[in-house]
């Protein structure tokens, strides 16, 4: 029988920056993960081939996206194609979002793979 409900705990969990928690899990052709982020913590500049969209459920970040600064706040989406450049600065808040990347992320399918992003 397929699981077709995830729980937390059986998702890979990585901790790629100080103060930033992520929880993954892939499928056939996708990957989500779910993303909490300590006020002022950052997820420093990176790019991957990947295509990620996102969304904001708490908090608020700055995100710099090719150079350019954005405010997101909670409700508020994300669409990156791949190989855009990208940081995401956590406010006063913190930060709890869901990415989902087309197509799966090798990297976050692994347990410990993901210490540090760099470029792919």
């Given at each position: 029988?397929e699981?077709?409900?995830?729980?937390r705990?059986?998702?890979?969990?990585?901790?790629?920056?100080?103060?930033?928690?992520?929880?993954?899990?892939s499928?056939?052709h996708?990957?989500?993960?779910?993303?909490?982020?300590?006020?002022?913590?950052?997820?420093e500049?990176?790019?991957h081939?990947?295509?990620?969209?996102g969304?904001?459920i708490?908090?608020?970040?700055?995100?710099?996206?090719?150079?350019?600064?954005?405010?997101?706040?909670?409700?508020?989406?994300?669409?990156?194609?791949?190989?855009?450049?990208?940081k995401?600065v956590?406010?006063?808040?913190?930060?709890?979002?869901?990415?989902?990347?087309?197509?799966?992320?090798?990297?976050?399918?692994?347990?410990?793979?993901w210490?540090?992003?760099?470029?792919?």
């Amino acid at each position: 029988m397929e699981d077709f409900i995830i729980q937390r705990q059986d998702c890979v969990q990585m901790q790629p920056f100080p103060g930033v928690t992520m929880w993954a899990f892939s499928g056939d052709h996708m990957t989500i993960s779910l993303v909490q982020m300590e006020p002022h913590s950052v997820i420093e500049e990176h790019s991957h081939p990947h295509e990620q969209m996102g969304f904001m459920i708490e908090g608020e970040a700055e995100f710099i996206i090719a150079g350019k600064s954005y405010r997101v706040t909670a409700g508020q989406m994300w669409k990156l194609p791949g190989g855009v450049p990208h940081k995401v600065v956590a406010l006063e808040q913190g930060v709890v979002a869901i990415d989902a990347f087309y197509p799966c992320r090798e990297d976050m399918k692994r347990p410990n793979s993901w210490g540090t992003i760099g470029p792919e």
